[in-house]
T-cell receptor, first 116, second 111 residues
Framework: EAGVAQSPRYKIIEKRQSVAFWCNPISGHATLYWYQQILGQGPKLLIQFQNNGVVDDSQLPKDRFSAERLKGVDSTLKIQPAKLEDSAVYLC??????????????FGPGTRLTVL | SQQGEEDPQALSIQEGENATMNCSYKTSINNLQWYRQNSGRGLVHLILIRSNEREKHSGRLRVTLDTSKKSSSLLITASRAADTASYFCATVLNYGQNFVFGPGTRLSVLP
């Protein structure tokens, strides 16, 4: 079974530039998550989709971050414009169903963003 | 503030020794999950323990949950150098939502 795919793996940009990350979840997984993981910390949930609807985006900085999941499959996360404090690893994860609490999450390898 | 807090922040042991990590949380949970993260990689699910369970085993892993103390522990027995990683607990508050990860324990197993 193919895992969660993310691209790019690394990205270096200057502050005020824009950047986009892509995630392809495991086939058939209804729920998709984007996390931000700052060095030395645990992942922080940015947004959760169930199919193509948003379940939780309470911690997404909506003035600069946006995400979409068209057709309930792939997802993109965008930052526009980027700030220095956005330097982090952006992790995508998927799980089979929301509404069932005993779901494990399957994580992709992450995209490491450096903002200069 | 974090729902889950792992303790210790870092742990260094010799190969063959046991490693114990603890996780404390603040509110009632549906279940608690432990994940491992190797350097530069995504997280990998290790084990899930439901709020009505007290102990679970998986290979060399043993997880306990004390809901009265709002705490969990992860024990890795007979550790190996390959167990070197960061370990995170994640508390699940409701039905599949509200995954909250702690800051993690960095485990180093020395050969």
């Amino acid at each position: 079974e193919a895992g969660v795919a993310q691209s790019p793996r690394y990205k270096i940009i200057e502050k005020r530039q824009s950047v986009a990350f892509w995630c392809n979840p495991i086939s058939g997984h209804a729920t998709l998550y984007w996390y931000q993981q700052i060095l030395g910390q645990g992942p922080k949930l940015l947004i959760q989709f169930q199919n193509n609807g948003v379940v939780d985006d309470s911690q997404l900085p909506k003035d600069r971050f946006s995400a979409e999941r068209l057709k309930g499959v792939d997802s993109t996360l965008k930052i526009q414009p980027a700030k220095l404090e956005d330097s982090a690893v952006y992790l995508c994860a998927s799980s089979p169903l929301s509404g069932r609490a005993n779901n494990e999450q399957f994580f992709g390898p992450g995209t490491r963003l450096t903002v200069l | 503030s974090q729902q889950g807090e792992e303790d210790p922040q870092a742990l260094s042991i010799q190969e063959g020794e046991n490693a114990t990590m603890n996780c404390s949380y603040k509110t009632s949970i549906n279940n608690l999950q432990w994940y491992r993260q190797n350097s530069g990689r995504g997280l990998v699910h290790l084990i899930l323990i439901r709020s009505n369970e007290r102990e679970k085993h998986s290979g060399r892993l043993r997880v306990t949950l004390d809901t009265s103390k709002k705490s969990s522990s992860l024990l890795i027995t007979a550790s190996r150098a390959a167990d070197t990683a960061s370990y995170f607990c994640a508390t699940v508050l409701n039905y599949g939502q509200n995954f909250v990860f702690g800051p993690g324990t960095r485990l180093s197993v020395l050969p």
